[in-house]
């Protein structure tokens, strides 16, 4: 479970980068909202972390309460002696996803206006329960990789969405103790092939599975923020731009399913497990509302506060 007790280091992130000509991933630890350094060789520089820090950050996250002490110590030595350390050359434009989840369960129509846009008639919340589908974990790429558009879809579309990080598992956890379960915060933006979301070939209308799971289609990143570095999570402001025209704009707290609520429900169905990814809903302005869709040659820049930014080309 998480410790809400990083006040010892204003902010800080975990993240992977790819080091050297043969682009091995690598884990990283970011400081001031963007400084980004080996965390093995941080950990070996400052004499902090130990073994507790070795292995990737899918590793770091199945071992998340040992983990999150010796990278909160980690944090605090590196921000107290900088020139000890030396950032990773090309920063940011070497990051990778922050880790591969290997089950994502996203939510959908989760804002009201989101769900308006969409022409989706919502039942009142005390008749409803939150409703999830999964993506597939091929569909995750990092900040700046491109998402590549299928020849069989003219309406794909961008989603902007909270995503929260599952340290310590569980089954029927109750509303008042799901944010214990959550480790780290980051963001993932839902893409979908609108038209392909639709079928009439089946007297089933909705095709989830294939407006959603296209390679690609999972842009993630662009780090890990742990829980303790933020402030309450239903709080966030959420942004979405394509080519610079804020296109998404909202505020967490508009979720119709609150985060605890959604990991409640899930967990009355299965048992969650560390490094679980859940996808919390996307606030309106997405293409669809607007008749506007992805082209080759735009990019989306995805944003969360407290988080950062997530950006990524289109062909």
């Known amino acids: 479970m998480s410790t809400r007790n990083e006040a010892d280091v204003d902010w800080f992130a975990l993240a992977s980068y790819r080091s050297g000509a043969e682009g091995a991933i690598r884990p990283a630890l970011v400081l001031d909202h963007g400084r980004i350094y080996d965390l093995a060789g941080t950990r070996d520089a400052l004499g902090h972390g130990g073994d507790a820090l070795a292995g990737s950050v899918a590793d770091l996250l199945a071992d998340w309460p040992r983990t999150l002490d010796a990278l909160r110590s980690l944090a605090a030595a590196a921000q107290a002696r900088p020139d000890a350390l030396t950032e990773v050359p ?69 989603e902007v969405e909270l995503a929260a990080v599952i340290g310590g598992g569980g089954r029927n956890i109750p509303v008042d103790e799901a944010l214990d ?21 089946f007297p089933f209308k909705f095709d989830w599975f294939r407006g959603k799971c296209f390679d690609t289609f999972a842009p993630l990143g662009p780090w890990l923020v742990p829980t303790g570095c933020m402030p309450d999570p239903q709080s966030l402001t959420l942004r979405l731009a394509v080519n610079g025209e804020v ?69």
């Open 181 to 201: 379960h959550v480790v780290a915060y980051t963001i993932i933006n839902d893409v979908s092939a609108r038209d392909l979301n639709m079928r009439d070939d």
């Open 90 to 158: 090309g920063g940011a434009d070497r990051l990778a996803e922050p880790y591969r989840p290997a089950r994502i369960f996203a939510a959908t129509s989760n804002y009201v206006d989101h769900a308006d846009e969409m022409g989706t008639v919502l039942a009142a919340k005390a008749n409803s329960q939150p409703y999830v589908f999964m993506k597939a974990d091929s569909s995750v790429i990092g900040p700046g990789e491109t998402v590549v558009m299928p020849e069989s879809s003219e309406q794909v579309d961008w």
């Open 247 to 315: 296109m998404q704009d909202a505020k967490a707290n508009e979720m119709i399913f609150t985060i605890a609520e959604q990991i409640a429900y899930l967990s009355g169905i299965l048992t969650l497990r560390p490094g679980d990814l859940i996808a919390t809903g996307t606030p309106d302005g997405v293409g669809m509302g607007r008749g506007v869709f992805l082209k080759s040659g735009d990019v989306m820049r995805a944003e969360i506060e407290a988080i950062g930014a997530l950006e990524n080309p289109v062909r």
